[in-house]
């Protein structure tokens, strides 16, 4: 046997076994980054609770399943069986991202398409506020007269795919709905005044609410908010006492709570922060200039060009904020517009039931944010703060394995929640006509 065929014959067993050692590494690696990118290893529990200890609270805990069992499930790959507590879609929805990125594009699955009346209302400044309204498709459980006011996420309406899916499953359970339209959300209806939505603007709707009182003389209000919209209901309720006659809740879901403190948080780049900020940035600035016209109309040319040209080059939902936003109300400053328009001074003006909600894993909504509502939640009894693991920003996507279910277990905790708080006012005691009453604080934890 020659040199060379012994060569031959002594190299080629190593050669398929190195390769194989890199087959091997290499998938190890893939599945560590999909394990960790996905974050598999996260457990699936009932959200983390603040609130007091009273009558109302333990009434409403005990009626709403969703808020407080444990979600019980087998082995990889094999189908959860419990319907209680939050299950998100095995393989992605323990991903924050990827439960945000399928809100934002797809919104919902299977979105349904319910049949409704728009209104518009003539503002004061000129401006015409819109809503939908869409009566119920039954009697309510408690035989009441009940409406649900929504207030939609930063540049979004009735025509959003989650709020559809949730209107939808609300009137199936007899509840009227009213969703607010973003002044200049809508893109086939044009502004009448040179002024769009806002971070914290409550006027369209108040308006909104208003007509609703007077049109139904007998209804009683739920008053619900997504995102933004959660920032401007809660402001909305905490401005005027007032506000709060004939509403018998208020829920609240993934917002941030103050504009002022969360604006450094939006440049910062993890959970990639900053990323989702260029993102909803580009948003605005679509909205602002299909409207620009009527927001720029009534200025010199020269205010015009330097308006837009600083709108073109802006890349943060701050930018946009200093230069076009906060001289629609004649804010003098950034800070001062986030600080008038943001609802954590208001908040504690709420005296009826508020439910607020936010995910952990929520990329737009940074942690320190959450310390406004926990320590709410410790100081009055009216409110549960529900914090979730899995969820990501108005995701919330429910499935065994792979694929969601149309309906999200935030729509099923908001009317969850809905019908105990009717539940209580059907049947409480004359004794606690008041439904709150001091308790000690809980907290409890999956």
Request: some cysteine.
């Amino acid at each position: 046997m020659s040199a060379h065929e012994s060569d031959v014959h002594t190299i080629s067993p190593e050669m398929p076994a190195m390769f194989d050692g890199m087959k091997l590494a290499a998938v190890a690696t893939v599945l560590y980054i999909i394990v960790r990118c996905l974050n598999l290893k996260s457990p699936t529990a009932p959200p983390d609770l603040i609130y007091q200890d009273t009558a109302l609270n333990r009434f409403l805990l005990k009626s709403c399943s969703q808020l407080t069992k444990e979600a019980r499930g087998f082995a990889f790959m094999m189908t959860l069986v419990s319907h209680s507590g939050y299950i998100p879609p095995l393989l992605w929805g323990k991903s924050g991202h990827l439960q945000t990125a399928l809100y934002g594009k797809l919104g919902r699955v299977s979105s349904p398409h319910p049949c409704g009346i728009r209104k518009y209302l003539p503002m004061q400044d000129g401006a015409t506020a819109t809503f939908d309204l869409f009566e119920p498709l039954g009697d309510h459980r408690t035989g009441d007269d009940i409406t649900m006011v929504i207030c939609p996420g930063i540049g979004n309406h009735s025509e959003k795919h989650y709020i559809r899916t949730f209107v939808d499953y609300a009137q199936k359970d007899g509840y009227r709905c009213a969703v607010l339209n973003h002044l200049g959300a809508l893109p086939n209806i044009e502004l009448t005044s040179p002024r769009m939505f806002t971070y914290g603007c409550t006027w369209e709707f108040a308006s909104m609410v208003g007509y609703i009182k007077r049109a139904y003389p007998n209804t009683q209000l739920i008053v619900v908010g997504f995102s933004l919209g959660g920032n401007i209901v809660c402001k909305f309720l905490g401005e005027n006492r007032a506000n709060q006659e004939r509403v018998l809740c208020c829920v609240s879901v993934c917002q941030g709570y103050s504009a002022l403190r969360a604006q450094e948080t939006f440049l910062q780049w993890d959970q990639f922060r900053r990323f989702y900020n260029f993102l909803m940035a580009d948003n605005m600035k679509k909205i602002i200039l299909s409207h620009r016209h009527s927001l720029f109309g009534g200025h010199s040319l020269k205010m015009i060009d330097a308006d837009l040209s600083r709108l073109y080059t802006a890349t943060s939902l701050m930018q946009i904020d200093d230069n076009i936003m906060r001289k629609f109300h004649g804010h003098r400053s950034l800070k001062e517009y986030y600080e008038k328009e943001s609802c954590v001074h208001y908040i504690h003006n709420v005296d009826v039931p508020l439910l607020l909600v936010n995910s952990a894993d929520d990329p737009l909504v940074h942690d320190s944010l959450l310390t406004i509502p926990r320590t709410l939640a410790a100081k009055k009894p009216n409110v549960i703060f529900a914090l979730t693991l899995h969820g990501g920003h108005l995701g919330f996507f429910e499935g065994a394995v792979l694929f969601p279910q149309p309906l999200t277990w935030m729509d099923k905790v908001i009317v969850g929640y809905a019908n105990a708080i009717c539940q209580w006012e059907k049947q409480k005691p004359p004794c606690q006509s008041d439904h709150l009453s001091e308790g000690s604080c809980l907290k409890e934890k999956a």
